[in-house]
């Protein structure tokens, strides 16, 4: 094989691991969404239906309640799952460990607009 021959051969390598690795990287995140979802089902439906809210009609999940109630990113809705307001499930980091309420933070923000 000449020079150019291996230069091609190595550059073709890199594209193919580049490709592979994002593509492992696409099937991680849709993996995590959708634990993100099964996890809010399991744990806030009960109250959060769709988003909304049953006990506190002012405070749902859309966008909307969430920039009037100072609620701008995961890490506020992770507070409150750790110190919630009036009527709503304390959740420790035992019964939802961070990386668990991240996921269900992260889901919250990018499905009730
Ligand atoms: C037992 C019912 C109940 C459950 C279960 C529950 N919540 Fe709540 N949630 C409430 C109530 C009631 C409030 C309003 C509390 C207040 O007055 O501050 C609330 C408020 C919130 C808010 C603030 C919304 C806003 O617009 O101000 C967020 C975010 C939230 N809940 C997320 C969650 C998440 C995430 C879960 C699941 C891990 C969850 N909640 C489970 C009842 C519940």
Same mark, same amino acid.
């Given at each position: ?32 969404? @959708? ?8 744990y806030c *439906?009960?109250?959060?239906? +769709?988003? =909304?809210? &049953?006990?506190? @009609? ?9 920039? *009037?109630?100072?609620?701008? +990113?995961? =890490?506020? &809705?992770i507070?409150i799952i750790r110190?919630p307001?009036?009527?709503m499930t304390r959740f420790d980091d035992k019964t939802l460990?961070?990386?668990d309420a991240?996921?269900i ?9």
């Amino acid at each position: 094989m000449n020079n150019w021959q291996k230069m091609a051969k190595m550059s073709l390598i890199m594209v193919l691991s580049v490709a592979v690795v994002a593509a492992v990287r696409s099937t991680t995140l849709i993996a995590e969404q @959708s634990r993100g979802e099964a996890e809010f089902i399991e744990y806030c *439906t009960e109250c959060h239906f +769709n988003g =909304g809210n &049953i006990i506190k @009609s002012t405070k749902t999940l859309s966008e909307k309640d969430r920039v *009037t109630n100072g609620i701008k +990113n995961a =890490g506020d &809705i992770i507070r409150i799952i750790r110190n919630p307001g009036e009527g709503m499930t304390r959740f420790d980091d035992k019964t939802l460990p961070d990386n668990d309420a991240r996921r269900i933070a992260e889901f919250i923000i990018k499905t009730f607009k």
